[in-house]
Nanobody, 122 residues
Framework: VQLVESGGGLVQAGGSLRLSCAASGRTFSSLGMGWFRQAPGRERAVVAAINWSGSTTNYADSVKGRFAISRDNAKNTVYLQMSGLKPEDTAVYYC????????????????WGQGTQVTVSS
């Protein structure tokens, strides 16, 4: 499975960005998907997860109410809509895929994208 993220960039605090992750190499609806982020000097952490059909989602407490994960199985793409961005959201954001079809925030992922930088200025 190959994953390619796009949509990162520089945004002012309070602004919005939408990240996209295009998947190839396997039937997209056979994959659970997630978004992670890693800030400088910190470990990579899960941000959100979505099940195979898009019917269930879960979020880290730090982004609840501000971020929304969604997927379009016809386009083999998962999205992360980010609003109300804060400087502490600055990080490299990674898309990930796994054979587990649910949306639990725990568990390992099998495939990773290369990451896209999101920088939020104050």
């Amino acid at each position: 499975v190959q994953l390619v993220e796009s949509g990162g960039g520089l945004v002012q605090a309070g602004g919005s960005l939408r990240l996209s992750c295009a998947a190839s190499g396997r039937t997209f609806s056979s994959l659970g998907m997630g978004w992670f982020r890693q800030a400088p000097g910190r470990e990579r952490a899960v941000v959100a997860a979505i099940n195979w059909s898009g019917s269930t989602t879960n979020y880290a407490d730090s982004v609840k109410g501000r971020f929304a994960i969604s997927r379009d199985n016809a386009k083999n793409t998962v999205y992360l809509q980010m609003s109300g961005l804060k400087p502490e959201d600055t990080a490299v954001y990674y898309c990930a895929a796994r054979s587990y079809l649910g949306s639990s925030l725990v568990g390992a992922y099998d495939y990773w994208g290369q990451g896209t930088q999101v920088t939020v200025s104050s």
